[in-house]
């Protein structure tokens, strides 16, 4: 198994751009979560799926955040018009059952908005 | 917030010794995970404890979980350099919520 799979594994753009990045989840699991990481902030949870239906949304930050999950092999987390303040590493996780159970995390995304 | 706190936020150690990491929460949970992170990578699940269970092993690792205090700890015992990253308590309601973690470092 190739694990949680997530590209570009760096990303340097500037202030105003649209960034997209995409997570590969595990085979067989039927949730996926976006996680973003900062010095300041920590681990901080921002969307998460089952069966590829968001259910909580409620730590994506504002209206330029937006997630998709079009099947159970593809996500992606969307920012327009990304801001230096966004910069941070951006992880995808997936799990077997809700939100409860063992995450297996991808190799994260690593953003800096300059 | 069921986010959980990790105390020390930062230890450092000689290899061989033992390593202490204590993570206290507020709410009641479902289960309690401790994770590692080395640097630049993404987060690894070391070992889970459900809310009925007190103590938990797996190889160097033993978890313990007192849920009249709201409190877990991990021991890394004979620590090796390797072992050094940064160690994460997961608290499990409705969701998985991480702390801010605990820095480890192991000197050889």
């Known amino acids: 198994d190739a694990g949680v799979i997530q590209s570009p594994r760096h990303e340097v753009t500037e202030m105003g751009q649209e960034v997209t990045l995409r997570c590969k989840p595990i085979s067989g699991h039927n949730s996926l979560f976006w996680y973003r990481q900062t010095m300041m902030r920590g681990l901080e949870l921002l969307i998460y799926?089952?069966?590829?239906?968001?259910?909580?949304d409620s730590g994506m930050p504002e209206d330029r955040f937006s997630a998709k999950m079009p099947n159970a092999s593809f996500s992606t987390l969307k920012i327009q018009p990304s801001e230096p303040r966004d910069s941070a590493v951006y992880f995808c996780?997936?799990?077997?059952?809700?939100?409860?159970?063992?995450?297996?995390f991808g190799s994260g995304t690593q953003l800096s908005v300059l | 917030s069921q986010q959980g706190e990790e105390d020390p936020q930062a230890l450092s150690i000689q290899e061989g010794e033992n390593a202490t990491m204590n993570c206290s929460y507020k709410?009641?949970?479902?289960?309690l995970q401790w994770y590692r992170q080395n640097s630049g990578r993404g987060l690894v699940h070391l070992i889970l404890?459900?809310?009925?269970?007190r103590e938990k092993h797996s190889g160097r690792l033993r978890v313990t979980l007192d849920t009249s205090k709201k409190s877990s700890s991990l021991l890394i015992t004979a620590s090796r350099a390797a072992d050094t990253a940064s160690y994460f308590c997961?608290?499990?309601?409705?969701?998985?919520?991480f702390g801010g973690g605990t820095r480890l470092m192991v000197k050889p």
């Open positions: 404890i459900r809310s009925n269970e």
């Open positions: 799926f089952n069966n590829n239906v968001p259910i909580d």
């Open positions: 997961a608290i499990a309601g409705n969701m998985l919520t």
């Open positions: 709410t009641s949970i479902n289960n």
């Open positions: 996780a997936s799990s077997l059952g809700t939100g409860g159970e063992k995450l297996f």
